[in-house]
């Protein structure tokens, strides 16, 4: 069986923004099956009880002081923008309110 | 949709309420969450950023222990417990505001937890628990373009700013407030009028909801006596105390209708509109966003070892309740007056006008009386009326040293308002102060009783309230600049009568 | 001055330093072999002629007015494009960040700067660093200075290559599963992954951030340890940096050259010796291990068991923190915008951008590891890979109780013909086999040249405990010693 379907791909490349084709879709859909098998091998691994290592370096509370640090120059900051009006990053309408802050 | 609402009254005795409330909180940092920009508000659009806050590749987070701190303190001061050790998350999901296109928060181990707040209402007080209090970063902010409104629907493109982009945020969620009736939303109000008072006491914030530093969403539910919990909604949007009221009663009347006709709640998030009181429901047809959290790599733990949080636990300040309790008995106010002043917003005004030297009563005349007034009329806060506590103490200083009549101050308060300087400043260039040389006085009242001698015939026949009209007379001619004791006095005397 | 590009960074920086070349001269040099030979190679993707030549300048002024000089004062240094470069395109191999130029300077770009060095551009690599092959980029592969018809390694491929087609002594890459080792290995040069935390990650653009370490490649030992010093020890701007000294590497390095191991235990991985690597690979290896025996070292087999899980759980790791870190590729604050005409919404502009932005294995692990982090299969995916994460940390830890470090072939496979593994991607994450547990585990590994299978190059990896960097630079300088560096056919 499967580990993975067409369809559930297509769900992926929505939820991550790529404007896949129908013939992407076909592609991916075999190599993330046989990738997804694969990698399913870490279920094997008895690790119940074993907790998970997020980070390997042992380290907490790495903190700032509250200091200020040069920010950018508007210009420096809007330079690789694709698009720029008023001072500002300039993009398409936005469909999805639910999100805005 | 039905078109008409059940009353509230109705509404109350057939349902109960549930209701939660999750606020965010801008501390005031002098740099933000991650990066050292500056957080100060108002700069012309991103020249806030630098490449951490912006997202830009290959930059990196490092926590601001400023933060850190004030969020412990938060805890503290909301009863909870501090985790031992605790995380950061990457919640994932798309947005031109959010540079990464993930916000950095705290999601199954934030760092306090378990906590409450007691609020007063009608007299009664209701304990709030707190679930848990986190932090996170803000987003940019949006212009929307091309739309009719400025809102988001209609237009044809938006514009972003990233200066917000990345200020600490503290979120603070209730447990569910279940057992509140009709009282639902006086509840959810006061809970978030104490939290602002709490959290402005720790001077981590500057908690003003218009401004954005502090924003509630709401949510609310209805069940029937004895049943399960309702499905709840999620209003945002909700940016004033009066609009946190507005909305628990105003999803409270939609959800009845809804259970009324028949309908089932959908889970889903609404929006405020202040204008019309009434919640709408979110665009998406989406599901259930799934965020993909998991603890973020490019931050280490944060394991707040003990005697940081005594040391931070032993600086708390004198929280709200209890320093209220102590400035009603000092002020000695009945309940009822205190209340008054808890609404006006005046407490620190005043307690700041008492230290600045005015008895608690005089401070209280001018806060509650004359500036309450201009600020309802201007719709500011009481804090933002223009006047500052060391202005209102000059101010009744002058009086109180006779240099200042009642109307007078008045004038001068004005003055104080429109920003023409301080009160003394103001009582001289508008030539306000009170005309206390007896010379210029004793002139006037000459002329006075000169220009009206049958007056003065009857004062001098011992009919001595008739020396009202020669005061005023007086008055008129000082431009209401004497002081109306002095002047009824010297009248008395020059006609020879005994007061 | 006989061919300044054949000389090691030392060796430069000693001429430099006594006033026998100047650090134009030697820049100018190496400008030339790439001008002569990129072509064939297709090493760079960016020469920066112009601040290289200009920063040679600044330091044969500042020798000329009788300022200390760095360690690395007027050495060559090419740049893997996965570093931000202020002013200096930046494009990770993808079409997403093409013609991008950072406003800021990574730290070890400063580093760099500080030390002295003259950085000539940025090296090609796999798209986002996601490959072995360094096929992977969006501008075209890189062509293995051995034999131009097959692949110099990944993701760091360019880096290598530069180094074995004398274009530059010195490279920086970055090391995620093996993407410095690997190419190391098979274009017969040194490539370095320090322990994670030990090199400021801050300013690489992030591929995997629990594992992602930038780190030294170079064609010597000595120089790999030169570079490391250079480039290494505590940044603030990266919370993961750790606030430790530097391990003396440099000095290892010196010690191994002497050819003496007495007293050093090293342990090969069982796991990795059984059918993982081909016979050609093996061969090799057997007879370094008798080398590094005859340099006095004492040899175990050390059962490592988990290893066997390595590459499963790196590649439900990996893609999922790299979902997650591309994200931000969306064509609203830099890169590529594509779509955008009037008519379509920001959702679809933004679909539109990494569709064409992004190459297919960018979206492969994206979108397994988008797979990986759903609430239904976090537990059995990511979860799972972060529990196996720390039986492999275990199995390190009980092998360094029993040796000093771990020895095995870097690759399982020499460098294969171009094309040979693009149509299976599984196929090809199975070059970094041998790399991947280092990663998971935050070690340091060292690939260091130790002879020729059927004239490919082979590599022996060291592998240390955390913050023993220094171990793994004296076993790989006293292996090279006993089998001498490897000089590909002249191109």
Redesign the interface.
């Known amino acids: 069986m499967a580990a993975?379907s067409r369809e559930?791909?297509a769900h992926?490349?929505?939820?991550?923004?790529?404007?896949?084709t129908e013939e992407?879709l076909d592609?991916?859909a075999g190599?993330?099956d046989?990738?997804?098998q694969?990698?399913?091998?870490?279920?094997?691994?008895a690790?119940a009880d074993?907790?998970?290592?997020?980070?390997?370096?042992p380290?907490?509370?790495?903190?700032?002081?509250?200091?200020?640090?040069?920010?950018?120059?508007?210009e420096?900051?809007?330079?690789?923008?694709?698009?720029a009006?008023?001072?500002?990053?300039?993009?398409?309408?936005?469909?999805?309110?639910?999100?805005?802050? | 949709m039905t078109t008409t609402l059940p009353s509230y009254d109705d509404v109350v005795a057939r349902y109960e309420p549930v209701i939660g409330l999750e606020t965010h909180v801008e501390l005031g940092t002098r740099t933000k969450m991650f990066c050292g920009c500056r957080t100060d508000f108002g700069g012309e659009p991103n020249t806030r950023v630098c490449p951490v806050c912006l997202g830009l590749p290959g930059s990196l987070p490092v926590v601001n222990k400023a933060a850190v701190e004030a969020t412990i303190r938060i805890g503290l001061a909301l009863n909870c417990s501090i985790a031992d050790w605790c995380r950061f998350a990457r919640k994932n999901y798309f947005y031109p505001d959010m540079p990464k296109n993930f916000q950095i928060s705290q999601y199954d181990e934030p760092i306090c937890v378990d906590g409450y707040l007691d609020v007063e209402v009608n007299g009664e007080t209701v304990r709030i628990g707190i679930e848990r209090v986190h932090m996170e970063e803000d987003t940019g902010k949006t212009l929307h373009v091309g739309g009719a409104t400025g809102r988001i629907h209609g237009a044809t493109e938006s514009l972003v700013d990233y200066n917000r982009a990345g200020i600490p945020l503290v979120e603070i969620v209730t447990k569910p407030i279940p057992g509140t009736g009709s009282l639902a939303p006086d509840i959810a109000r006061a809970y978030v009028n104490e939290l602002r008072e709490v959290i402005r006491s720790l001077g981590v914030s500057d908690v003003r909801m218009e401004e954005g530093s502090l924003r509630c969403d709401v949510n609310t539910s209805l069940n029937l006596p004895g049943q399960e919990w309702g499905t709840r909604t999620e209003t945002k949007n909700v940016n004033s105390l009066r609009s946190v009221e507005r909305a628990v009663r105003s999803e409270m009347l939609r959800q009845a209708s809804v259970l009324d006709a028949g309908g089932r709640i959908t889970q889903e998030t609404r929006h405020f509109h202040e204008d019309t009181g009434d919640t709408t429901p979110g665009r998406s047809k989406e599901t259930a966003t799934d965020y993909r959290y998991f603890p973020e790599p490019d931050l280490v733990p944060i394991a707040p070892d003990r005697a940081w949080v005594a040391e931070l636990k032993a600086a708390l300040p004198e929280l709200p309740r209890v320093h209220r309790r102590r400035l009603q008995e000092q002020w000695g106010l009945s309940d009822l007056d205190m209340q008054s002043v808890l609404n006006a917003g005046a407490v620190e005004l005043i307690e700041q006008t008492v230290a600045a030297g005015a008895t608690p009563a005089a401070a209280r005349k001018w806060w509650l009386g004359e500036l309450s007034r201009r600020a309802n009329e201007t719709g500011v806060e009481l804090v933002d009326v223009g006047a500052t506590p060391e202005q209102v103490a000059e101010l009744q200083g002058l009086v109180d040293a006779g240099k200042l009549n009642d109307k007078l101050a008045r004038t001068v308060l004005e003055g104080v308002v429109a920003g023409e300087g301080s009160p003394t400043e103001i009582m001289t260039s508008r030539n306000l102060e009170v005309v206390s040389d007896t010379g210029a006085l004793t002139a006037a009242v000459d002329e006075a009783i000169a220009a009206n001698p049958e007056i003065a015939d009857k004062i001098r026949s011992g009919k001595v309230a008739a020396a009202g009209a020669l005061v005023g007379a007086v008055m008129k001619t000082t431009r209401g600049q004497a002081d109306a004791k002095t002047v009824r006095e010297l009248i008395l005397a020059r006609l020879n009568v005994e007061a | 001055m006989s061919d300044l590009t054949r000389k090691t960074a030392a060796e430069i920086a000693a001429l430099v330093a006594g006033g026998e070349t100047s650090a134009v001269e030697v820049t100018q040099a190496h400008l030339d072999r790439i001008a002569a030979v990129d072509d064939q190679v297709h090493a760079f993707l960016h020469v920066d002629t112009e601040g290289a030549l200009a920063a040679a300048r600044a330091v044969d002024e500042r020798r000329a007015a009788g300022e200390p000089l760095g360690p690395l004062a007027g050495v060559p240094v090419a740049v893997k494009d996965v570093l931000a470069t202020k002013g200096v395109p930046t494009t990770v191999g993808s079409k997403i960040l093409e013609g991008w130029r950072p406003p800021y300077d990574a730290t070890i770009v400063e580093r760099l700067r500080a030390a002295g060095t003259v950085m000539l551009g940025k090296t090609n690599m796999d798209e986002f660093a996601m490959g072995s092959s360094t096929e992977y980029s969006a501008y075209g592969a890189t062509r293995n200075p051995w034999d131009l018809s097959r692949i110099p390694g990944g993701s760091g491929g360019g880096s290598s290559a530069a180094l074995a087609a004398y274009e530059a002594p010195l490279a920086i890459g970055s090391d995620t599963g093996g993407s410095i080792r690997q190419p190391g290995a098979v274009t017969g040069t040194v490539g370095a992954k320090p322990t994670y935390g030990g090199t400021s990650r801050y300013g690489l653009v992030a591929f995997s951030s629990s594992l992602d370490t930038p780190g030294p490649c170079a064609r010597t030992v000595l120089d790999a340890a030169l570079l490391h010093e250079a480039i290494a020890g505590h940044d603030p701007r990266d919370s993961t940096s750790i606030p430790q000294p530097v391990p003396n590497v440099v000095a290892a390095a010196k010690l191994g050259a002497t050819g003496d191991l007495t007293g050093v235990k090293l342990g090969i991985v069982t796991e990795f010796v059984g059918e993982g690597a081909e016979p050609g690979v093996m061969a090799v290896f057997r007879e370094a291990v008798d080398a590094l025996t005859k340099l006095g070292a004492e040899i175990v087999e050390v059962s490592c068991p988990n290893f066997t899980y390595a590459l499963p759980a790196y590649y439900l790791i990996a893609p999922s923190e790299c979902s997650s870190n591309l994200a931000r590729f969306d064509g609203v604050r830099f890169g590529l915008r594509v779509g955008d005409d009037g008519s379509r919404s920001l959702e679809e502009v933004m679909s539109l951008t990494r569709e064409a932005g992004f190459g297919p294995e960018v979206k492969r692990r994206i979108m397994l590891g988008t797979y990986a982090l759903s609430s239904g299969y976090y537990d059995a995916y990511y979860g799972q890979a972060q529990k196996v994460r720390t039986l492999i940390t275990r199995d390190f830890t009980a092998a360094f109780e029993q040796v000093d470090a771990l020895i095995s072939p870097t690759t399982p496979f020499v460098a294969f013909p171009i094309g040979e593994r693009t149509a299976d991607p599984y196929q090809m994450y199975l070059a970094d086999l041998f790399t991947i547990p280092t990663n998971l585990y935050g070690g340091p590994g060292i690939s260091v040249p130790c002879g020729l299978s059927d004239g490919l190059p082979v590599g022996l990896q060291v592998m240390a405990p955390t913050m023993a960097d220094d171990r793994m630079y004296r076993v790989a300088a006293a292996l090279e010693s006993a089998v001498g560096t490897f000089t590909p056919p002249a191109l």
């Open positions: 993975i559930e791909v992926l490349a929505r939820l991550s923004r790529l404007a896949v992407e592609t991916f190599q993330l046989v990738i997804l694969a990698v399913a091998q870490v279920g094997k691994v690790a074993i907790p998970p290592t997020s980070h390997s370096v380290l907490t509370n790495v903190l700032r002081e509250d200091v200020e640090t040069p920010c950018l120059t508007p420096e900051a809007l330079s690789g923008a694709p698009d009006e008023q001072q500002r990053f300039r993009v398409p309408r936005i469909l999805n309110e639910d999100l805005a802050s």
